[in-house]
């Protein structure tokens, strides 16, 4: 398991009747990894996992692992009510296959860290899969401090990454000083220049699912230095990744997927797809970046 590069964080397709459409996500994957990503993430929040049973899971995790998992590494996102039922996921994900875990904080209880440790640490021995630690206070309302990240890399041989989503890039520099053995990923897409600069090696991307030639592209210029390319694409991304980082950012990124002809809008309940001013800002942001697309390296 490589920690590193641009791993999307994919969308769940549903069909015209809201099942899961696996044909069509064998399509998308290959297209992203075509694109030249180094893995895929199923089942995370973009995923909609909280609509999903845990036999659509499953299944959803066999396709990826069948359909790429010979070209790069499928990992499956870790999250539930209770430790029990995200034990008994991580298992299974291993049983189907998958090359990793990204485990996130469990849904809904927000705990303290004695219990939110106790909680990792079951999770984390319930496979010998290697494992990314997601850490997103902004949205789960559980914050692991670098010090508490620190300490279960320590603890736990098998925890080798961290997506950091706390917005506040300060957090890299902050893990790097305390521990050199985790690889740590940008987790909002609209600061993975800056976080590549502090010293990220990959990012769990949003915008990818649309637009994987340019986040690819993106990352490698960012990571090679070349701060001017870097930055023109990054101009031109923006607009397009701040979409990641707002409540409704589910039904963003899949209206720009349907938007560039890579997908549907169609989103599961509650959630409900854009209309009237949302859908007309959205509409104009994705048609002038279309219009202004700029040209790619080879």
């Not at 440790?117 to 999770?123: F, H, M, N």
């Not at 984390?124 to 670098?146: E, I, K, R, W």
């Amino acid at each position: 398991m490589q920690w590193k590069g641009v791993m999307p964080a994919m969308t769940t397709c549903f069909d015209n009747h809201m099942r899961v459409d696996h044909e069509f996500m064998s399509r998308h994957a290959n297209w992203m990894v075509d694109s030249g990503c180094s893995g895929l993430i199923m089942l995370g929040s973009l995923g909609e996992a909280a609509t999903l049973t845990t036999e659509e899971k499953l299944a959803i995790l066999r396709n990826m692992v069948q359909t790429v998992g010979s070209r790069v590494p499928v990992v499956a996102a870790i999250s539930s009510l209770s430790t029990h039922e995200s034990v008994s996921l991580a298992k299974a994900a291993h049983d189907a296959g998958c090359s990793g875990l990204m485990v996130l904080p469990p849904y809904v209880y927000k705990g303290d860290w004695r219990e939110m440790k106790t909680y990792l640490s079951e999770v984390f021995q319930a496979t010998p899969l290697s494992c990314m630690l997601y850490n997103n206070p902004v949205s789960y309302g559980t914050d692991f401090l670098p010090g508490h990240i620190a300490e279960l890399a320590t603890e736990h041989a098998n925890l080798h990454a961290v997506k950091e989503s706390s917005t506040d890039v300060r957090r890299i520099t902050a893990i790097r000083a305390l521990t050199d053995t985790l690889s740590i990923f940008v987790g909002v897409d609209d600061a993975i220049v800056e976080g590549i600069y502090a010293g990220a090696v990959g990012w769990v991307a949003g915008l990818v699912n649309a637009f994987p030639a340019e986040s690819v592209e993106l990352f490698n210029l960012a990571s090679h230095g070349d701060k001017t390319a870097a930055f023109a694409l990054y101009r031109w991304f923006l607009p397009l990744l701040r979409m990641d980082t707002v409540p409704k950012f589910i039904q963003l990124i899949k209206f720009v997927q349907e938007e560039v002809g890579m997908g549907s809008a169609r989103v599961r309940g509650p959630r409900l797809e854009l209309s009237g001013t949302e859908l007309e800002e959205a509409r104009a942001i994705v048609q002038h970046a279309l219009a202004n697309r700029p040209s790619r390296k080879a």
